[in-house]
């Protein structure tokens, strides 16, 4: 247990539905993040959000939109997705957003686009 | 960030110790190095992280040469529990993000 949860553990999904991942951490961090690792492919940093301020967007489709409105939530908001995007999505938090300070990451959500 | 070179599998008796080397020659100064390992369809698990000085915690051993080109994670006794992918990421002083490569596979056998 590492005082990230993400909900839900597993979603199916079709390419037309909307679905939202949950996040929430319980270690009083000001800094989390969205990660994705697809099949046999290494984790991809997608988001980071630092004092409920977006500070990093690597280049993510639109398609998914995060949205963090305090700093112990975060959320990944999931519309016309392709199967391709199908992969564990992991977040993470950190006292800061700085080098020196250790993520803590939840256990992940397993989507599945059909 | 420097870029790390790890053995893509290992094997551990159970009991003995794990012994993890990570190259990473191109490091900087303020660099940190970290390990997180990942166990099948987990999030990754923060295990330890280090600058210049040897580290130990409840989890494992960082052992980092004097020249910072090289690390070695050390679990001390380790169970069944400790298969798992071992990561690791030295992570620049100029950025939030971690980098993940495709680490070492560590099977830990009876």
């Known amino acids: 247990e590492t005082g990230v949860t993400q909900t839900p553990r597993h979603l199916v999904m079709g390419m037309t539905n909307k679905k939202s991942l949950k996040c929430e951490q319980h270690?009083?961090?000001?800094?989390m993040y969205w990660y994705k690792q697809s099949a046999k492919k290494p984790l991809e940093l997608m988001f980071v959000?630092?004092?409920?301020?977006?500070?990093e967007n690597n280049s993510v489709p639109s398609r998914f939109s995060p949205e963090c409105p305090n700093s112990s939530h975060l959320f990944l908001h999931l519309h016309t997705l392709q199967p391709e995007d199908s992969a564990l999505y992991l977040c993470?938090?950190?006292?800061?957003?700085?080098?020196?300070?250790?993520?803590?990451f939840g256990p992940g959500t397993r989507l599945t686009v059909l | 960030d420097a870029k790390t070179t790890q053995p893509p599998s290992m094997d551990c008796a159970e009991g003995r110790a794990a012994n993890l080397p990570c190259n990473h020659s191109?490091?900087?100064?303020?660099?940190?190095v970290y390990w997180y390992r990942q166990i099948h369809s987990q999030g990754p698990q923060y295990i330890i992280h280090g600058l210049k000085n040897n580290e130990t915690n409840e989890m494992a051993s960082l052992i980092i040469t004097e020249d910072r080109k090289s690390s070695t994670l050390i679990l001390p006794h380790a169970t069944l529990r400790d298969t798992a992918v071992y990561y690791c990421i030295v992570r620049a002083y100029n950025t939030d993000k971690l980098i993940f490569g495709t680490g070492t596979r560590l099977q830990v056998f009876p």
């Open positions: 959000y630092n004092f409920k301020e977006q500070t």
């Open positions: 270690l009083g961090h000001n800094a």
């Open positions: 191109t490091i900087s100064g303020n660099e940190y």
């Open positions: 993470a938090s950190s006292q800061t957003p700085s080098y020196a300070d250790t993520q803590y």
